[in-house]
């Protein structure tokens, strides 16, 4: 589907918050941003022909939203990257209804959160291997966010140390002894 700049301008709000974005003091109330944020992602779902509901989990900073679908698999796509551009294009248009950066997270039916939980276990089962055969272990190569959640867990691990290796969709983590 090709759009120009005023259609998208129209499909997505425009200047339907014009008058919000001049609140007392430059403040931006948190619910305003998530009022925002999810409309925006609900017209974003609309012109995906997506059917889902969006659902506010929390309006304090950052925003968290989450998305129920039949159509998860779409919404997610391969290794989340469907998500996370999702997510990158309503903060764009949010920050420019708003004229402020605002700091949101999406999910789609928990998918991250299963994640994180997925990886973490994950890190701490190789973080075991290596230990126990005292070598070097090499995860698949994945984006930055879940690089750094196998970082973070293993970060006060008293008997491994992690680095990253190769550049970009192909960066990996290597997990090794100390």
């Known amino acids: 589907m090709s759009m120009d700049k005023e259609e998208m301008e129209r499909a997505v709000g425009g200047d339907q918050v014009a008058g919000e974005r001049e609140l007392s003091g430059g403040e931006l109330p948190q619910e305003v941003a998530a009022r925002t944020a999810m409309r925006v992602l609900d017209t974003l779902l609309k012109l995906m022909g997506v059917k889902g509901v969006v659902k506010i989990i929390s309006s304090g900073l950052p925003v968290l939203l989450d998305v129920e679908s039949e159509e998860m698999g779409l919404l997610i796509g391969h290794r989340g990257q469907t998500l996370s551009s999702l997510e990158y294009i309503t903060k764009i248009v949010v920050a ?42 090499s995860l698949e190569p994945m984006p930055a966010n879940e690089r750094r959640i196998i970082h973070v867990t293993l970060s006060d691990h008293p008997d491994v140390v992690t680095r990253s290796i190769g550049s970009g969709s192909e960066r990996k983590v290597i997990i090794s002894p100390r």
């Open 96 to 137: 420019a209804q708003l004229n402020t950066w605002v700091p949101l997270y999406i999910d789609v039916a928990g998918y991250k959160k299963r994640r994180q939980e997925a990886l973490q276990r994950l890190a701490l089962y190789l973080a075991n291997q290596v230990v126990t055969r005292q070598r070097d272990m």
